[in-house]
């Protein structure tokens, strides 16, 4: 009877030990970090493939966020339950959807006419956008490492438009440049917004609400909506929303949990990831040493920025 009580106590202490170091595990940057670099490199990589017989862009754009708003739902239990508002929440909030509907706009169709790899480089550009911003309207100090960083995060992406002896910029290109700028302009709002509200919900209201204005102002019908949908690899584009909707919400819980000046040259990781995937399986060798250079000055700017 004692043996038994005995191995019935270390059982229930070995559990919770497990229990405990398994939770510790949802606590740590460490793991945000990685699971945001699987999600967003499945979600750019699956998205690229479910929409090549994309007709309209805004109806894309709708399906996505609206899908991903859903995934976005599932995941509350996963986070602390807090709702906290006020009048200045409010008003920030609705200035940063409505700037959020616009870039996604933006991003949904750059992302059709880009490669995975080439908008992931781009996407740091923000980054500079930011430094501008915070020099300009907060009057940061410019240090040299910052300003070193930001030209090499400018040189990169001049390395990506160079094809055959001249730069080469398409309308994808300047789309995903003046997404990376209103994202800047919406970053320097949008300060830790998110700690207010459980963060799958933030997520949802994030992504639904610009799904919202883009059907109403873009006069966009359910119908065409609908034909919209039927036109992609379904499979794949549910699967690019659930990995968007982890890597939304990846994205910003690794950065409560962790230190910028870590995290971020981490994220930057996904132009490299994403190069050799398209490498290795998708067998996209055009431009790909063009690519890693760029990635890896990119890196390298990211780091001298943050640090």
């Not at 999600?39 to 709708?62: C, D, P, Y």
């Not at 339950?81 to 996604?104: C, G």
């Not at 709002?189 to 919900?201: E, G, K, P, Q, T």
């Amino acid at each position: 009877m004692y043996r038994m009580m005995f191995y019935i106590d270390y059982f229930i202490v070995l559990s919770y030990n497990f229990y405990g170091d398994y939770m510790e595990i949802f606590t740590s940057w460490e793991f945000y970090v990685v699971l945001y670099l699987i999600a967003s490199v499945l979600f750019s990589q699956e998205f690229k493939l479910a929409n090549r017989n994309m007709k309209n862009a805004g109806s894309l754009t709708i399906l996505l966020e609206i899908f991903t708003g859903f995934f976005s739902l599932l995941m509350i239990p996963f986070f602390e339950m807090k709702f906290q508002i006020n009048s200045s929440i409010i008003l920030t909030l609705l200035v940063v959807v409505l700037i959020y509907a616009v870039t996604d706009r933006l991003n949904i169709e750059a992302r059709y006419g880009l490669d995975p790899s080439t908008f992931s480089m781009m996407k740091q550009l923000s980054t500079v956008f930011m430094i501008i911003f915070g020099f300009v309207f907060l009057k940061e100090e410019l240090i040299i490492n910052k300003i070193v960083g930001t030209i090499l995060i400018i040189v990169a992406n001049l390395i990506l438009t160079y094809n055959k002896g001249k730069f080469v910029i398409n309308k994808y290109f300047v789309m995903t440049f003046f997404a990376n700028f209103l994202f800047a302009v919406a970053m320097l709002i949008n300060v830790d917004l998110s700690d207010h509200f459980n963060l799958a919900f933030y997520t949802y209201i994030t992504v639904t609400i610009p799904a919202i204005l883009i059907f109403i102002f873009g006069k966009h019908s359910i119908r065409e909506v609908k034909e919209e949908f039927n036109l992609y690899n379904k499979k794949k584009f549910i699967l690019a929303a659930f990995c968007w909707a982890l890597m939304l919400n990846a994205s910003i819980r690794a950065y409560q949990l962790g230190s910028v000046t870590i995290v971020a040259p981490l994220f930057a990781l996904t132009a490299i990831l994403n190069a050799l995937v398209e490498f290795v399986f998708n067998h996209d060798k055009s431009k790909f040493i063009q690519k890693i250079v760029a990635a890896i000055i990119i890196l390298i700017g990211v780091i001298l920025i943050k640090m």
